[in-house]
């Protein structure tokens, strides 16, 4: 089932080039997907507590998100980043990045991608590609179960290296302002892990081998043995499982310490990001960060800043 992505698409994975398309997969299940909500009010969104808009309007808060909104109150679009999501049976989101780019397909949600691309779009001189692909409820150990792991392979496993393929088999159809530049494969990101901790007595346990046999067949798959890879810690508080929730967490932290990975893979914590579920738009979602844009927002700020810093490693 190998990608033959480097005859394809001239790909030049890890490798600095004068100029070249830098393309980010953001993998993973719901969180990935992105919940958070940017300007619904009333009694349903929690009169509108922690959502975007709310918490640009926090004074403290002003220059930090100032970047995501023009001063006429429209959302800032970038043209140097492109996005491009294909939701489970729904249409296909193509476009430069802004709010919306979320699995409801409305300006109403985003997730992890909105910061995470200002990032590294404000760092890089070069156009670059964010390929979503993420499907709520998916666990490691089954869904995107990897090959080497051994038993049935993931069937959202497949799906995200073909949609890997199908994005950049159709550069040029779903944005005409490509020119053609090879492709460099800048980072796998991986925010996941709800459906494995849920299930503590067998994916739990098998979780960090997992972990590590998915960042090992998708390298291979893509021919990018030195592909970055970014794992993000899961966020949520999960009080009611403290002990399950922990040896997940250590499982997605002990891949980024394994010898054969060091200084290609690392772990970024973003539990602390979490906010009070009265703070939040959607109180009773505590599996979705109950829906708070700071979370969101502090989550992709990380998960860039961690990219960005590989980058340079690189170079």
Same mark, same amino acid.
Do not use: M, Q, W, Y
């Given at each position: 089932m190998r990608l033959p992505l480097l005859a394809l698409f001239g790909l030049a994975a890890s490798v600095a080039s004068a100029k070249a398309l830098q393309v980010y997969i953001l993998a993973g299940q719901s969180n990935m997907e992105g919940q958070s909500v940017v300007d619904l009010t009333g009694k349903n969104y929690n009169e509108g507590r922690g959502t975007l808009v709310e918490v640009m309007a926090r004074p403290a808060n002003a220059e930090r998100y100032a970047h995501l909104r023009a001063k006429d109150g429209s959302w800032i679009v970038r043209k140097d980043v492109w996005i491009r999501y294909q939701r489970e049976k729904q249409p296909l989101l193509i476009g430069e990045l802004s709010v919306g780019y979320a699995v409801y397909g409305d300006k109403h949600h985003f997730g992890p991608e909105l910061q995470f691309g200002h990032v590294v779009g404000e760092a890089s001189r070069d156009q670059v590609l964010l390929i979503k692909t993420a499907w709520g409820g998916k666990s490691l150990f089954r869904d995107f179960r990897p090959p080497s792991a051994g038993g049935v392979v993931g069937p959202y496993y497949v799906k995200m290296l073909t949609e890997v393929r199908a994005a950049l088999a159709d550069l040029k159809k779903d944005f005409p302002s490509y020119d053609g530049s090879p492709v460099e494969l800048a980072g796998f990101i991986w925010y996941q892990g709800w459906n494995d901790g849920v299930n503590p007595k067998t994916a739990v346990p098998e979780y960090e081998q997992n972990l590590a046999?998915?960042?090992?067949? !998708? =390298? %291979?798959?893509?021919?990018? @043995?030195?592909?970055?890879?970014?794992?993000?810690e899961l966020t949520g508080p999960w009080v009611d499982a403290p002990k399950e929730w922990t040896a997940l967490r250590q499982a997605q932290a002990n891949v980024a310490l394994m010898p054969e990975f060091k200084d290609t893979v690392?772990?970024?914590?973003?539990?602390?990001? !979490? =906010? %009070?579920?009265?703070?939040? @738009?959607?109180?009773?979602?505590?599996?979705?960060?109950?829906?708070?844009a700071e979370t969101y927002f502090l989550v992709g700020d990380a998960l860039g800043k961690a990219a960005v810093q590989m980058a340079g490693r690189g170079k």
């Open positions: 046999h998915l960042i090992r067949d !998708v =390298r %291979k798959e893509l021919n990018a @043995p030195k592909l970055p890879v970014i794992i993000g690392v772990f970024v914590p973003t539990r602390d990001f !979490v =906010r %009070k579920p009265a703070d939040s @738009p959607n109180p009773s979602h505590g599996h979705h960060e109950f829906g708070n």
